[in-house]
């Protein structure tokens, strides 16, 4: 089992920046292929950013492509988010998770497709 512990979150203005932080604990990240995904009050958790096991791959939304940036230091079993150029519909809560089922083309889109979760940081950004 892991568990994962996000922080980093807060209240910025438009085209600020902040940058997320997901720390392991228990069996290693460098284990789970890891994700960042992020859901606004009434509406799905969507995904937002992915990043294998080696760190060598990155998955972007189509909506966050060239403003954020997913990395990860398996050193210290933790994955960032850095994101820039932010704007007010990126309010939300963003919650890492963790997974060993990336089995197919576009699993780690996939919400269902994560096994362990954080409890999320708040994100919020004024126009």
């Known amino acids: 089992q892991v568990q994962l512990e996000e922080s980093g979150g807060g209240l910025v203005q438009a085209g600020g920046s902040l940058r997320l932080s997901c720390a392991a604990s228990g069996r290693t990240s460098s284990s789970y292929g890891m994700g960042w995904f992020r859901q606004a009050p009434g509406k799905e958790r969507e995904f937002v950013a992915a990043i294998n096991k080696s760190g060598g791959t990155t998955y972007y939304a189509d909506s966050v492509k060239g403003r954020f940036t997913i990395s990860r230091d398996n050193a210290k079993n933790t994955v960032y988010l850095q994101m820039n150029s932010l704007k007010p519909e990126d309010t939300a809560g963003y919650y890492c998770?963790?997974?060993?089922?990336?089995?197919?083309?576009?699993?780690?889109?996939?919400?269902?497709?994560?096994?362990?979760w954080g409890q999320g940081t708040q994100v919020a950004v004024s126009s």
């Open positions: 998770g963790a997974s060993n089922k990336w089995y197919y083309s576009g699993a780690y889109k996939d919400k269902t497709n994560y096994d362990y």
